[in-house]
């Protein structure tokens, strides 16, 4: 009995003792244990989403590629397969399971290494949101406190959820949507079974059972995972079969981000960067919507492309890309196409190799191809020389003194042969040094369906439609002839076009301002001056309204840039960028009031808070009468004058090309009420483009290329004509209304009470505008 209370005095010690030891224990892991808000407020680094219209993505921004979904957005097999290989007892124990430590322990005794973790998923979180991966037993056992307290704060669902979207699961890839799309090209919810197995195997070792570098592995250990599910009734015997049957195909779900719109995603990443900081642009998950349409933004890279292309074969050939020996060749044709789904595109050119060239031919080899360049595909080689066109030099009449066995060279299809193993007639190119811009804008709601900033986002980010300033040239004249509209003239006011000279006193030169053409028109219509880009006309009007009077409208159109105080600014001299003077425009466009650019439309956080929504800001600049007169002259500008190749798509459209001096700018502005399009081309550094290089030859191809693959989906939409608005024939020569003997004729818009009331040959002075035969005399001084 003695021995028996001794023994039970000791036991009552040691269990004191015990139960002091593990307290003590614990307040010595517990005394400096983070708290729950990372995990409850649950905020882990999310890919924000920029769509473009009708829901296509457009890019792509993240530190990390994670898609926060729900379980509800999860396939009923992904949580099951990720239970079965991680914590088959999640749902039975309280954050930590004694039960799988101890297993564990006991495995890794036989191998004799670490084999099995006994970790639940709880504490597997806490692992990687609270805690360091320092190996310790204290760093242990404040991983099973917090996980036991944890379980009392969050359901199991809202455990498992944070748990499958923080997982690492290999290939850059975060939580089960991010892997569901890099492995199965495939969202979350549209997992099989034996999908999700594949997944569900990963975290043990993402990088050592990632299926793109070792399948063998990740198979294995698929099994493993689909023998589980099997083993604890979670999966049927004949879908246990039939997901071990599933031929897994890889697939990752293409990234667009940075190809197809790249400029205009670009434009949008440094848009958000401004309004919420980097951080929340590359963790916050936000959805971006713009106003960018995939149809639209392909035809304009196509179509800048295209024309810089063209552009630069017309200053003349600089040589071949190197030239290298039939050893070498093989990295060449590895450069090219291996396959015909892009090769005919005729803005992407690609390398060839020639093995031997004729008087009237040269043959070449191309990724898996051959093809022959025919005389007729270089006509365009000649010496550059910025002084002449290339109508100004021969044609080449022999291949031979253009290209030589051994030349890379830049070449696109001209035509396929009928079987794909024929020879393939090619185009011989240069690859463009010139540079360019295109903004397309709807009038109506500022919504911007396609923005591209030049001709490789690849070779240069600089964006030329926002953040390049060039001067505009003639495509800044509709502002002062709109100016002078509203300042007592007419569309048939009759203005001097003849030399004049300005003497600056302060310089001490002189400045003899031109017509493009060099040559003088005498007495000229306005509508003519502006139809045929009358400089020295457009320099009179600003004399007589006043450079101020100009600027003035020029800044109430939404141009921002410095004006200097003389009259070159009339033909153009003031900087601006595409997408400003594209905004500018939208005024003649949409009745007087000019519209801002809508890029982004909307931004929403990861869980749906709306922080930004576009609405159409409108500023009132001009009246509707103005603007429809400036429309309908601008008509006939396409019509009759410079932007005579937009006439091809037969719509009602007005246009202005621009060109600074010495063809350095080259501009093309063309609109009609539903879409309004700027195109501007040119050197990054400021130099000469060449002779001819204008906004004419060089600009406004491209935008026709353009519109016509957009042109049919908008019904044919001519301006309306607003009240106050009266339409006269005026005789082409006199400005007086057309008579009988009238040699040539325009139907022209007046605001009411200004057209003319005299016809022509009757002797009168006409209507009261500023051209009456003292004032011409005037001018000419």
């Not at 951080?279 to 890279?301: F, R």
């Not at 009007?541 to 200097?564: C, N, V």
């Amino acid at each position: 009995m003695k021995t028996l209370k001794i023994l039970l005095v000791i036991f009552l010690i040691c269990l004191v003792a015990g139960i002091g030891a593990a307290f003590g224990l614990y307040n010595w892991a517990a005394k400096d244990l983070p708290g729950f808000k990372k995990i409850t407020d649950y905020n882990p680094p999310l890919v924000t989403t920029v769509y473009a219209k009708d829901n296509q993505v457009l890019g792509y921004f993240y530190k990390e590629k994670r898609f926060l979904v729900t379980l509800d957005q999860m396939s009923e097999w992904l949580p099951k397969a990720f239970l079965a290989a991680e914590d088959a007892s999640f749902y039975q124990h309280d954050g930590v399971d004694l039960t799988a430590i101890a297993r564990a322990f006991v495995a890794n005794m036989k191998a004799g290494r670490t084999k099995q973790g006994g970790s639940t998923i709880t504490q597997q979180i806490i692992k990687r949101l609270l805690l360091t991966s320092e190996k310790s037993y204290k760093r242990k056992l404040k991983e099973a406190i917090l996980a036991f307290r944890l379980e009392n704060y969050l359901t199991k669902e809202e455990i498992l959820t944070i748990y499958l979207n923080q997982i690492f699961l290999g290939a850059h890839s975060y939580g089960i949507e991010a892997a569901a799309r890099t492995y199965f090209a495939k969202h979350a919810k549209d997992l099989s079974i034996a999908q999700s197995a594949m997944l569900a195997g990963l975290p043990q070792a993402p990088s050592r059972y990632n299926p793109y570098k070792n399948f063998k592995l990740a198979k294995q250990r698929q099994l493993y995972v689909l023998e589980q599910m099997h083993h604890l009734n979670w999966i049927s015997t004949a879908q246990y079969k039939e997901a071990l049957a599933e031929e897994i195909v890889l697939s990752s779900m293409p990234d667009p981000s940075w190809k197809t719109g790249a400029y205009y995603l670009e434009e949008v990443r440094r848009w958000l960067i401004d309004e919420y900081g980097e951080e929340t642009v590359y963790k916050g998950g936000l959805t971006v919507t713009t106003s960018c349409d995939m149809k639209h933004q392909a035809l304009a890279e196509k179509a800048l492309r295209r024309g810089l292309l063209n552009s630069a074969k017309r200053r003349g050939w600089l040589g071949p890309i190197e030239n290298i020996n039939p050893g070498d060749v093989s990295r060449i044709l590895e450069e090219g196409p291996q396959d015909t789904e892009k090769i005919m595109e005729k803005d992407n050119p690609f390398k060839a190799w020639v093995a031997k060239v004729e008087k009237d031919k040269a043959f070449v080899r191309f990724g898996k191809y051959q093809g022959i360049i025919p005389l007729k595909a270089v006509w365009w080689v000649r010496e550059p020389d910025i002084k002449k066109s290339h109508e100004d030099a021969p044609n080449p009449k022999d291949v031979r003194k253009v290209l030589k066995r051994g030349d890379v060279i830049w070449v696109t299809v001209n035509k396929a042969p009928e079987a794909e193993e024929g020879i393939w007639e090619l185009d011989l190119e240069r690859e463009p040094l010139v540079e360019g811009a295109l903004v397309s804008i709807k009038p109506d709601t500022g919504e911007v369906p396609a923005l591209v900033g030049g001709y490789s986002f690849n070779k240069s980010q600089f964006n030329r439609a926002t953040q390049a300033k060039r001067q505009p040239g003639s495509a800044f004249k509709p502002i002062v002839y709109s100016t002078a509209i509203d300042n007592g003239y007419t569309p048939a006011s009759i203005i001097l076009d003849a030399p004049i000279v300005y003497a600056n006193d302060e310089q001490g030169k002189l400045w003899r301002p031109q017509n493009f053409e060099g040559t003088f028109e005498g007495p000229t219509l306005l509508r003519t001056a502006l139809v045929k880009s009358k400089n020295l006309v457009t320099i009179r009007i600003a004399q007589k309204l006043g450079i101020r009077k100009i600027i003035e409208r020029a800044k109430a159109l939404g141009l921002r840039t410095e004006f200097p105080a003389d009259l070159s600014v009339s033909l153009g001299s003031a900087v601006v960028s595409l997408v400003n003077l594209c905004e500018a425009y939208t005024a003649f466009a949409r009745g007087g009031s000019y519209i801002k650019p809508r890029i982004v439309l909307s931004v929403n956080s990861a869980w749906g808070e709306e922080l930004y929504s576009s609405v159409p800001e409108t500023v009132d600049a001009i009246s509707p009468q103005t603007a429809y007169i400036m429309a309908s002259l601008m008509k006939q500008v396409v019509q009759n004058g410079t932007g005579w190749r937009a006439k091809v798509l037969k719509r009602p459209i007005a246009g202005k090309t621009g060109t600074s001096n010495n063809e350095q700018d080259a501009w093309f502005m063309g609109y009609t009420p539903y879409l309004l399009t700027g195109v501007y081309v040119g050197f990054d550094e400021l130099k000469p483009m060449g002779k001819w290089e204008t906004g004419s030859r060089a600009a406004s191809p491209i935008w026709v290329s353009y519109r016509k693959g957009v042109e049919e989906d908008y019904p044919y939409q001519d301006f309306t004509q607003p009240p106050g608005i009266v339409m006269v024939n005026v005789d082409a020569n006199s400005g007086k209304l057309a008579s009988s003997g009238s040699s040539k004729e325009f139907f022209l818009p007046f605001k009411e009470g200004t057209q003319p009331t005299e016809r022509a040959g009757s002797g009168s002075a006409g209507s009261d505008t500023p051209a009456s035969a003292d004032d011409l005399f005037k001018q000419t001084f």
